[in-house]
């Protein structure tokens, strides 16, 4: 088999390994990464366990999503500072549902080959187990020295971060470790996977699955493996835009935004994203990060990130669409201003201002001081309205205009729209109802 390991390392996706995964890996695997669902969504910081489930396949091993139905009632203490605030079930069902829909349009779970994917939710197995039965069976098997020794546990016990730790997030790394043997026993599952915040929970899950075989399976294996918690060169937390997370559902986050997001990263950090996020191999990725250094203006690095990482997530159609709007932000042709609609309108020029006028502000058209100035306040007065307009400064629909212009219905972009700019940058939107 092709070493997955070696794959992960160049790609920048391996920070720790307990001993043996990599030779465990050098045979078909079983391997699990949790979700929890905080949101019914996805955000990018998600992407990475997301590809590395479908490195696994593509290396021909299983993988398995588990959707924390179970955990998500208490909260990951994991790289908090304060208790999280517990949801209700109506909630956490709707973002049970919601996770389960992303995960399903990156991983085939209804593929029937002998390593396909699988889907689970911890919940099955947990809303029976009395809490007797846990404490007897699980609990029993843990010491609490071992539990306070992890650091997610110590920093919060010593007040090094927030104000101590609830008896239910204390019990978290305990559940989550029920959840690998319950996995291991069920599927054979020898490896769990997940970000450099988890390496505690998921040891106390391969030494649960050990401390419970005993007498059973003295040969029981268990593994564990984490990736690097993705950052900005800049040290600024990954995966936020101005608007907030970065979401891998267009109904959170659009597709134009999502690719505006990855065409908009600093050299260094599309470096990086480019081994992580995209699927491309070693030669591929080398020659765009030269062929990037001897133009950087062109931003090819950039571009390509963007294009791929917006396929993967949405689709090519859509990244199509995405690179249109784009392009009708620079472009001086109507026609492109003319193909996005009202959302991706809005979404182009968001942060603009706008005013509102009706369309009998239209009937017998707008003269341009009315449109710059008495009308709009685009700019402070009448006289600086005729003072730009004099200094050809003034374009309407991307069209460079004088006094003489009178703005009526014909002008409209999707019947409501008309775009204003002074010089390059400044940008005005004038919407009629």
């Not at 998921?202 to 419970?212: A, D, H, N, Q, S």
């Not at 997370?245 to 597709?255: A, E, G, R």
């Not at 006094?403 to 940058?425: H, P, R, S, Y």
Request: glycine share 8%.
């Amino acid at each position: 088999m092709k070493n997955l390991v070696e794959e992960l390392r160049w790609r920048g996706l391996v920070h720790d390994l307990m001993p043996g995964t990599e030779e465990q890996l050098k045979n078909p695997t079983t391997a699990y990464i949790g979700f929890d669902p905080t949101s019914d969504s996805l955000h990018i910081g998600s992407l990475v366990p997301i590809i590395l489930l479908k490195h696994l396949r593509d290396f021909g091993h299983k993988p398995i999503a588990l959707v924390g139905g179970a955990t998500g009632m208490i909260g990951d203490p994991s790289g908090k500072s304060d208790e999280r605030n517990l949801l209700d079930e109506t909630t956490l069902n709707k973002n049970v549902d919601g996770i389960k829909g992303v995960l399903s349009r990156f991983l085939d779970f209804e593929a029937t080959d002998a390593n396909a994917p699988i889907l689970v939710n911890n919940y099955d197995w947990m809303k029976t187990f009395s809490f007797i039965s846990f404490a007897r069976d699980v609990g029993k098997r843990i010491t609490v020295n071992y539990m306070m020794a992890k650091d997610s546990v110590k920093k919060r016990l010593s007040g090094e971060v927030g104000e101590g730790m609830s008896f239910t997030e204390f019990t978290y790394q305990l559940i989550q470790g029920y959840d690998f043997y319950h996995l291991h026993k069920e599927y054979n599952c020898v490896l769990q996977m997940g970000g450099s915040d988890q390496w505690g929970n998921i040891t106390t899950g391969t030494e649960l699955i050990r401390r419970m075989n005993v007498g059973i399976d003295e040969n029981a294996k268990a593994f564990a493996m984490t990736c690097p918690l993705i950052t900005k060169a800049d040290g600024s937390k990954f995966g936020k835009s101005e608007g907030g997370n970065v979401w891998l559902t267009s109904d959170k986050t659009s597709v134009y935004k999502f690719y505006q997001f990855w065409l908009n990263t600093s050299d260094e950090d599309a470096e990086k994203y480019i081994k992580i996020f995209t699927f491309l191999d070693k030669e591929t990725i080398d020659a765009i990060i030269e062929e990037h250094k001897q133009a950087p203006h062109v931003r090819v690095l950039q571009k390509r990130l963007a294009e791929e990482i917006t396929t993967f997530v949405h689709s090519k159609e859509e990244l199509e669409n995405a690179i249109v709007a784009s392009n009708a932000l620079f472009s001086n042709s109507i026609e492109d201003l003319k193909k996005l609609d009202e959302k991706t309108f809005l979404e182009v020029f968001d942060g603009v201002p706008m005013a509102e006028l009706t369309i009998a502000d239209l009937e017998e058209g707008l003269d341009m001081i009315g449109a710059l100035a008495a009308k709009t306040n685009f700019l402070a007065s009448n006289s600086d309205a005729r003072r730009e307009l004099k200094q050809n400064a003034i374009s309407v629909n991307k069209e460079k205009v004088g006094e003489a212009k009178v703005i009526t219905k014909d002008d409209l972009i999707n019947n409501q729209f008309v775009l204003l700019q002074k010089g390059k940058k400044n940008y005005y939107v004038i919407r009629v109802k």
